[in-house]
């Protein structure tokens, strides 16, 4: 029998040893309740990706990645468990996070864990060729990266939360930006975006997205990221491999349910590395391409 019990964790806003606490929270910051059910947690990253509804007034259901800044939680919260919590977006200060959280309805112990989804692009598999169109209108092939370490991530314009396609788009850009000034390096990596909204995300756009990243309105320098853009049928083939999830909700096609994935590359073109969700750093990000250069 399941064992079903809820209780509610207040938000602490200093600890009693003084340790520093997130960024100040704005007085403009909006509240929204939240209801889903735990799919992953990172207890040392503090976070909780959960599948929740539909967010009234603020956006559609998904699966998503949020801060939890509850220790109290953590025993509790398990794959699986049901959840009720508030949602607090701060855009003034670029966070959000999940509180005063209620936990329902963990999960059932003896259930088994799901299988493997074998069709998941794995470490050491020949990624799949692609043809996109990128920023400047020119297609491009997974030949045209061949000798460079890759990366690739997935991104829409229009994500709406700082730590999901604005922080992907963010750390590409940075270490474009870093890359750009390293002479051993610069002509040897490479880093790709691929938008999943091809109705909105037109090449020019995203030209547009992408110089408002780097900072260079007057010659933006598209060497080292690009952006790129297919049908849905050629994007969804590279997403499926890589093992992204998304989906437009018919109900309002301006939100996009979706994970996060970013892949690294060898030059000769197979899957060294997998980032799932957005943890990782630019350093990190960094790192593993170089790696990918030295195997």
């Known amino acids: 029998m399941r064992f079903v019990f809820a209780?509610?964790?207040?938000v602490l806003i200093l600890t009693s040893c003084g340790k520093p606490v997130a960024k100040e929270v704005s007085a403009t910051a909006k509240h929204f309740t939240?209801?889903?059910?735990?799919?992953?947690?990172?207890r040392a990253a503090k976070?909780?990706?959960v599948e929740h509804g539909d967010i009234?007034?603020?956006?559609?259901?998904?699966?998503?990645?949020?801060?939890?800044?509850?220790?109290e939680v953590w025993d509790v919260l398990t794959p699986g468990s049901e959840i009720h919590a508030d949602l607090v977006v701060d855009n003034a200060n670029a966070q959000y996070w999940l509180e005063n959280i209620s936990v329902s309805a963990p999960p059932n112990a003896n259930q088994a864990a799901p299988p493997v989804n074998e069709n998941v692009a794995q470490v050491g598999q020949k990624a799949p060729d692609f043809s996109l169109i990128n920023q400047d209108g020119k297609r491009i092939t997974l030949a045209d990266f061949h000798g460079?370490?890759?990366?690739?991530?997935?991104i829409y314009r229009e994500c709406p939360l700082p730590d999901y396609c604005i922080k992907m788009s963010k750390n590409f850009s940075d270490l474009g930006n870093q890359l750009s000034a390293d002479k051993d390096a610069k002509d040897k990596i490479r880093l790709l975006s691929i938008s999943f909204d091809p109705e909105r995300d037109t090449p020019e756009k995203l030209?547009?997205?992408?110089t408002g990243y780097l900072g260079s309105a007057q010659k933006p320098d598209f060497t080292i990221w690009q952006l790129a853009v297919g049908s849905d049928k050629e994007v969804r083939a590279i997403a499926d491999f890589f093992g992204l999830q998304y989906e437009v909700d018919q109900n309002n096609k301006a939100m996009i349910n979706h994970s996060l994935v970013t892949a690294v590359v060898s030059p000769e073109g197979k899957v060294t590395k997998i980032f799932k969700g957005n943890d990782w750093t630019t350093g990190d990000l960094l790192r593993e391409l170089r790696t990918a250069l030295a195997n």
């Open 7 to 10: 209780f509610v964790l207040l």
């Open 34 to 42: 939240l209801r889903g059910k735990v799919i992953s947690v990172d």
């Open 47 to 49: 976070t909780a990706t």
């Open 56 to 71: 009234p007034g603020y956006m559609d259901a998904m699966t998503m990645p949020f801060p939890v800044r509850q220790d």
């Open 148 to 154: 460079k370490a890759l990366a690739i991530t997935f």
């Open 207 to 210: 030209k547009e997205y992408g």
